[in-house]
């Protein structure tokens, strides 16, 4: 039987396109059926407080760097949203006299301009995020070198660096198409038309440029343009499951203001039950061998109908 057509936009592939069964188990989900998902290889988490969240967050920075040495490089890949635990890691870096001399950083995506990544300085980069959020917060005596942080600007390059150094842990959030980084699902045409890649093909795509789902500019728009849609470009440059998957560990945080109830109920589903379908990316995380899903508690909601 052929597919549903998305909801959402019939031209994309989207977690509307599922079978109507496993999208009301998931929202049947309590916190404590969410909790009982965790099994060998996908551990859940949950923080009652933000504090103690994005502490968490932002441990998993000095955990990973306090690895690294110069005969073992190693590092984390982190995400611009959540952007909350990128002061705490700088303050963390200087109350420790923590060295980042032989650390490592990945940025995980970039918004695209006339068909490559902006320039650092540009005033939506991620880069310029991390940087005036973090790393030019720490101390001058402690910083990383700058050949020691990789963003995807020079594409090839970015993906040669994770083998060539340790990649501890991947954070993540979780967007509303239920993606992480910008690894969006794909249009619903060509090869793709009446059924969406494999997990298998969709696993093999490395860090590129890619068309952003219609989805993704909304929520965009919302959390970081005041709604104004214009504004967002259509296009980005992500790291690829290809490189994910190189990673020990994956961690997705969901602080709650980044997906909704449902969207969290999904991929922990499907994760948990081992469900991976490309039309919603991160459920092909169940995949991999490592992947800890954090949920801030009083984020996760409520999955049912309220009218307002």
């Known amino acids: 039987m052929s597919r549903a057509l998305s909801k959402i936009s019939p031209d994309w592939w989207d977690y509307t396109t599922l079978d109507k069964e496993l999208l009301a188990d998931a929202a049947k989900l309590t916190p404590e059926d969410m909790l ?44 611009i949203g959540p952007t909350e635990q990128l002061p705490l890691v700088a303050k963390l870096v200087n109350e420790l006299g923590l060295s980042l001399r032989h650390a490592h950083f990945w940025g ?40 020691n942080m990789h963003f995807p600007i020079d594409l090839a390059a970015y993906t040669s660096s994770y083998d060539n150094v340790r990649c501890v842990v991947m954070q993540g959030g979780q967007g509303e198409v239920k993606h992480w980084a910008f690894n969006d699902p794909l249009r619903r045409a060509g090869k793709f038309k009446d059924a969406p890649p494999s997990p298998q093909e969709y696993l093999q795509l490395k860090t590129r440029i890619v068309e952003l789902h219609p989805m993704t500019i909304i929520q965009n728009a919302r959390t970081s343009g005041g709604g104004n849609i214009s ?24 602080a709650g203001t980044h997906d909704n109830p ?15 379908d490309s039309s919603v990316p991160m459920s092909l995380l169940a995949l991999h061998p490592n992947v800890q899903f954090n949920f801030y508690r009083p984020g996760i909601g409520q999955c049912r109908v309220e009218m307002h």
């Open 36 to 79: 009982a998902l965790s099994r060998d290889g996908f551990k859940v988490v949950f923080y009652d407080t933000l504090e103690e969240f994005y502490l968490a967050e932002a441990m998993e920075y000095i955990s990973a760097w306090k690895q690294s040495t110069a005969d073992s490089p190693a590092g984390i890949c982190g995400p």
């Open 108 to 147: 995980m995506d970039e918004w695209t301009e006339n068909g490559a990544p902006v320039s650092i300085d540009h005033p939506l980069s991620f880069a310029k995020a991390d940087m005036d959020l973090c790393f030019n917060r720490i101390d001058p005596a402690l910083r990383m070198p700058a050949s």
């Open 231 to 254: 504004l967002v470009p259509t296009e980005a440059a992500t790291v690829g499951p290809f490189e994910t998957f190189k990673a020990q560990k994956v961690s997705i945080w969901h």
């Open 262 to 276: 449902f969207g969290q109920r999904l991929t922990t589903l499907m994760i948990g039950k081992q469900l991976p």
